[in-house]
């Protein structure tokens, strides 16, 4: 079948064209083996690409920033099937201050708001560490800031199965198959965060209860498809962020995963996930697109 991969910043945003190649280079060649057909835009004229392109496909993933991942995939809903997650739970991840307190109110451990002294500040509809700091200054627009969490930051891949027959705009986000446990590199420089990448898969004494913790996040949210959900470990398992979308980690996932990412996410898009996955030796990965297998 034809599969429409349609990545944004290759042609939209220079910095962070290296992550996206990489991100797209891994698909495109998981989905090949698969025995698809890959097609991607071919311009920098994002939608239009989109809308030409997405009628004469089988399927379509958007991997986009987060503020404009759920615009983009309800032009893929309209026009084929999508294999990412739906259009309306993305919107709800991309609002960072609702998401939280979404979270919170099913009982998920999240940094408390914060209005005054020192505290991490974040757009609340920016995407991953940009312009992410630490700092007693007022929230900027758009931004709102957070209790800054001391602990290990550490990342949960997964892939949501879709609830075939659901009719419903909203995904139900029920059976959420764990890729891996991924150790984030996220360094603070001059007041800011900056995310440079990480190791997979990585063990834990409490794994169980940081992947339990994921799931029901993406769960809550709804999520389908290939997710990544952000937590420090400390007292407790904060959940500081939630990627409906394809993330970095799966350049290293794929390396060390013996199914193909790409046959995972179709199967999940119709309801269908493998109980698990299998996972051989560790790798390292960067926002540059390298990969090493340690």
Same mark, same amino acid.
């Given at each position: 079948?034809?599969?429409?991969?349609?990545?944004?910043?290759?042609?939209?945003?220079?910095?962070?064209?290296?992550?996206?190649?990489?991100?797209?280079?891994?698909?495109?060649?998981?989905?090949?083996?698969?025995?698809?057909?890959?097609?991607?835009?071919?311009?920098?004229?994002?939608?239009?690409?989109?809308?030409?392109?997405?009628?004469?496909?089988?399927?379509?993933?958007?991997?986009?920033?987060?503020?404009?991942?759920?615009?983009?995939?309800?032009? =893929?809903?309209?026009?084929?099937?999508?294999?990412?997650? $739906?259009?309306?739970?993305?919107? !709800?991840?991309? %609002?960072? &201050? /609702?998401?939280?307190?979404?979270?919170?109110?099913?009982?998920?451990?999240?940094?408390?708001?914060?209005?005054?002294?020192?505290?991490?500040?974040?757009?609340?509809?920016?995407?991953?560490?940009?312009?992410?700091?630490?700092?007693?200054?007022?929230?900027?627009?758009?931004?709102?800031?957070?209790?800054?969490?001391?602990?290990?930051?550490?990342?949960?891949?997964?892939?949501?199965?879709? =609830?075939?027959?659901?009719?419903?705009?909203?995904?139900? $986000?029920?059976?959420?198959?764990? !890729?891996?446990? %991924?150790? &984030? /590199?996220?360094?603070?420089?001059?007041?800011?965060?900056?995310?440079?990448?990480?190791?997979?898969?990585?063990?834990?004494?409490?794994?169980?209860?940081?992947?339990?913790?994921?799931?029901?996040?993406?769960?809550?949210?709804?999520?389908?498809?290939?997710?990544?959900?952000?937590?420090?470990?400390?007292?407790?398992?904060?959940?500081?962020?939630?990627?409906?979308?394809?993330?970095?980690? =799966?350049?290293?996932?794929?390396?060390?995963?013996?199914?193909?990412?790409?046959?995972?996410?179709?199967?999940?898009?119709?309801?269908?996930?493998?109980?698990?996955?299998?996972?051989?030796?560790?790798?390292?990965?960067?926002?540059?697109?390298?990969?090493?297998?340690?």
């Amino acid at each position: 079948m034809k599969v429409l991969l349609a990545e944004y910043t290759v042609f939209c945003d220079p910095h962070l064209a290296p992550e996206g190649e990489a991100m797209l280079r891994t698909l495109s060649r998981s989905f090949a083996r698969c025995g698809h057909d890959v097609v991607s835009p071919e311009s920098g004229n994002f939608e239009a690409e989109i809308r030409r392109l997405a009628p004469v496909c089988d399927m379509g993933l958007v991997i986009a920033p987060d503020h404009l991942l759920a615009g983009y995939t309800r032009i =893929i809903e309209q026009a084929t099937h999508n294999l990412g997650c $739906g259009s309306m739970n993305a919107a !709800l991840c991309a %609002n960072k &201050q /609702r998401t939280a307190a979404v979270l919170t109110q099913h009982g998920i451990a999240v940094p408390g708001e914060r209005t005054e002294g020192r505290k991490v500040i974040k757009e609340i509809r920016g995407c991953g560490t940009h312009n992410m700091r630490l700092s007693e200054e007022e929230p900027g627009p758009g931004e709102f800031g957070q209790d800054y969490i001391e602990g290990e930051s550490l990342s949960v891949s997964l892939v949501g199965s879709r =609830i075939v027959g659901e009719a419903c705009l909203y995904y139900s $986000g029920r059976g959420m198959l764990p !890729l891996a446990l %991924n150790r &984030q /590199r996220v360094t603070l420089r001059d007041g800011f965060f900056r995310y440079e990448g990480g190791e997979t898969p990585v063990d834990h004494p409490r794994k169980e209860e940081i992947i339990a913790t994921a799931a029901q996040a993406a769960t809550v949210l709804g999520c389908q498809g290939y997710v990544g959900v952000d937590v420090v470990v400390a007292d407790r398992i904060y959940v500081v962020d939630v990627n409906p979308r394809i993330t970095t980690s =799966i350049t290293g996932i794929a390396a060390v995963m013996q199914e193909e990412v790409a046959g995972i996410i179709v199967a999940a898009s119709r309801g269908e996930t493998p109980e698990s996955v299998h996972l051989t030796g560790r790798a390292r990965y960067d926002t540059g697109g390298r990969v090493e297998r340690l």
